[in-house]
């Protein structure tokens, strides 16, 4: 009887799939039959800073749209990160102020082309100086540095080369805070086998995934960043992505107390904070102090998966994308106090020039 109900489900099994042949498990996204409130949350509760957000491009053209997609959602300000150096740095900042000067906050980048020639050094740090002259207010570093950056000898820069600590240095004194990202997920460096959490989005961008000593072990790229966290302990850093631990939150809340000059933001890792809601929440009560919003890519309808997760406390929702996060998600429900510190009062405090008056206290 055993026998024959395996040999029944196997034809059946054969059946349905020879009516869905193209189904397979990147396809399958079954609508779930749980019924429970639901809160989609479009706009945010409070006005809000966005402090990880890149437009390449920002201009006079462009700035009228961006501005109407941001007062949909009320968002007041944006930092892009994303400005440049030297001359294009300084038509962004213009056209900032010529268009919209009270919703945008300009990051200037590094060029590290050449580092290690003499005097290399001495002119990135007066470069930096000029674009803050210009309208910088904080520097954001991309994730090249660790990854891909070399020196005049092909030799790859790590993130904590003495090379780089006059930049960092500067920062302290000129008072803007760097955004860093460094390395990438974990799981990237893990085999893609079927342990691998991060599977599916490694087999739809295969770009994605590195061996376990490319460039080098995540482990390492990390902790060439805390080093320079912590080698420059007068500077603001902040962590981009959770700094790669909004999965293990207990590791996270150990680095913010070892490290009282670094802050966080939780851009395209918000479905890492929804799967564990109580957890997250009992996070963000004990550092409310030391995170800010942040987004990451600039599509305007995701932020209501992040306004949901943090203002709401729905059950079992989806995220937005299925190869980054397939499991479902549960709101925090943050009260305003812990709200306002996220969506505004932080970022006010350690990025200079962002116009007050569009906050309520």
């Known amino acids: 009887m055993k026998k024959l109900l395996c040999i029944i489900g196997a034809a059946c099994t054969v059946s349905a799939y020879a009516q869905h042949p193209s189904m397979d498990f990147e396809k399958y996204d079954p609508v779930s ?3 429970v409130p639901e809160h989609i949350v479009t706009k945010a509760k409070y006005p809000f800073i966005d402090v990880h957000n890149h437009q390449w491009n920002l201009s006079e053209q462009s700035i009228p749209g961006v501005v109407k997609d941001m007062d949909k959602m009320n968002m007041a300000v944006m930092v ?16 900032v102020k010529a268009v919209a000067p009270k919703r945008f906050i300009v990051f200037a980048n590094i060029d590290f082309d050449g580092i290690g020639k003499p005097g290399w050094t001495e002119k990135a740090v007066q470069q930096l100086k000029d674009d803050v002259q210009h309208g910088a207010n904080g520097l954001k570093i991309f994730k090249n540095l660790g990854f891909s950056v070399k020196d005049n000898s092909g030799k790859r820069v790590p993130v904590d080369d003495p090379r780089l600590d006059a930049i960092w240095e500067a920062c302290g004194s000129l008072k803007i805070p760097v955004l860093i990202h460094t390395a990438d997920p974990k799981p990237f460096w893990d085999p893609a086998d079927e342990h691998n959490e991060r599977w599916l989005e490694i087999v739809t961008h295969p770009g994605r ?7 080098e072990p995540w482990e ?18 902040i962590a981009a992505h959770f700094g790669w631990y909004p999965n293990d939150l207990g590791k996270l809340g150990a680095l913010l107390d070892a490290m009282p000059n670094v802050m966080v933001e939780f851009g395209a890792v918000i479905a890492e ?13 004990k550092y409310q102090d030391r995170i800010m919003f942040g987004k990451d890519s600039w599509v305007p309808e995701e932020y209501v998966t992040y306004f949901r997760t943090l203002e709401t406390e729905d059950e079992y ?6 190869y980054h996060a397939f499991w479902r998600m549960y709101g925090m429900g943050l009260p305003d106090g812990i709200l306002k510190k996220v969506y505004y009062k932080n970022a006010l405090r ?9 906050f309520p206290d």
């Open 33 to 35: 039959t749980l019924v």
């Open 273 to 285: 904070l929804g799967r564990q809601p109580r957890a997250a929440r009992q996070f963000f009560e």
């Open 209 to 215: 995934k590195r061996g376990p000593d490319d460039p």
């Open 80 to 95: 892009n990160l994303s400005g440049g150096n030297g001359s294009r740095l300084q038509r962004m900042t213009e056209a």
């Open 317 to 322: 929702f989806p995220y937005h994308k299925k």
């Open 350 to 358: 350690i990025i200079p020039n962002i116009d007050k008056t569009a």
């Open 220 to 237: 390492q790229l990390i902790e060439e960043q805390h080093r320079m966290f912590k080698k420059h302990p007068h500077t603001t850093f």
